[in-house]
């Protein structure tokens, strides 16, 4: 019977204006390995792993998608050559896979039938904003996607809001980067003046931005997001 392979976490890039120079040699070396991946989406996929001059040829790679209609159903047929011996990248549509993607239902997988998980190292915006917020950087929570229905939403932030102020812990959320001035719209509408939120756009990029301010002050700013990859906390500046 063969050694299974390795489950590998491959980071993307943050910002779409991102190269070569931003992934580590040790990605790199790794990448060379690699035949057969799980990703989001094919195509980004593609695009990633040529920018990395790696002398790859693209077409000889396999790529099975693992989008947000990804059926778990799929996982035995898709880790079998991982169960014969080969190496699987899994790969999201931006910083690591894993969090706020299908990738967990992977590692997860993979975890129940002894597979080996190894995580490359790479950015995650998370952590990113968490780090440039100012706020609590012990205490947090990550809640992924604000509900789309605008009733469902306003409770959320008055949830957090309440939270954050209670417990200390920051809170930390996203938004798919079309509705970003919405998003921020109905959080300086719902949050109390003095409450401090954090937004940070385009993390690693060339235009990144990052503001941490009092609601009163962010309304006087009239901020434009864009359709810009951007996170979003509440917490506290002291």
Same mark, same amino acid.
């Given at each position: 019977m063969s050694k299974p392979g390795k489950i590998y976490l491959i980071p993307n890039y943050l910002s779409t204006e991102?190269?070569?120079?931003?992934?580590?040699?040790?990605?790199?070396?790794?990448?060379?390995?690699?035949?057969?991946?799980?990703?989001? &989406?094919?195509?980004?996929?593609?695009?990633?792993?040529?920018?990395?001059?790696?002398?790859?040829?693209?077409?000889?790679? @396999?790529? $099975?998608?693992?989008?947000k209609r990804f059926d778990a159903s799929r996982l035995p047929a898709i880790f079998q050559p991982v169960l014969d011996g080969a190496d699987l990248g899994v790969q999201s549509e931006a910083g690591l896979p894993g969090i706020a993607d299908p990738g967990r239902v992977v590692v997860s997988f993979a975890h129940k039938l002894g597979i080996e998980v190894v995580?490359?190292?790479?950015?995650?915006?998370?952590?990113?904003?968490?780090?440039?917020?100012?706020? &609590?950087?012990?205490?947090?929570?990550?809640?992924?996607?604000?509900?789309?229905?605008?009733?469902?939403?306003?409770?959320? @932030?008055? $949830?957090?809001?309440?939270?954050?102020?209670?417990?200390?812990?920051?809170?930390?959320f996203m938004e798919t980067p079309y509705r970003n001035n919405d998003l921020l719209k109905t959080l300086l509408l719902t949050l109390k003046e003095d409450t401090y939120l954090y937004v940070g756009k385009d993390l690693t990029g060339e235009n990144e931005w990052t503001k941490s301010l009092p609601v009163k002050e962010w309304k006087g700013l009239k901020a434009v997001l864009s359709k810009t990859p951007a996170i979003f906390a509440i917490g506290s500046a002291s």
């Open positions: 991102q190269g070569a120079e931003f992934i580590s040699d040790s990605v790199k070396s790794t990448v060379k390995k690699i035949a057969y991946y799980l990703v989001e &989406n094919v195509r980004t996929s593609r695009r990633f792993l040529s920018s990395l001059q790696l002398g790859l040829d693209i077409s000889t790679l @396999i790529f $099975e998608v693992m989008d995580t490359l190292p790479g950015p995650t915006s998370i952590i990113l904003g968490l780090i440039s917020s100012g706020f &609590n950087g012990q205490q947090f929570t990550f809640h992924g996607y604000l509900p789309i229905d605008k009733k469902e939403r306003t409770v959320s @932030i008055k $949830e957090f809001e309440q939270t954050a102020k209670k417990s200390g812990y920051t809170q930390i």
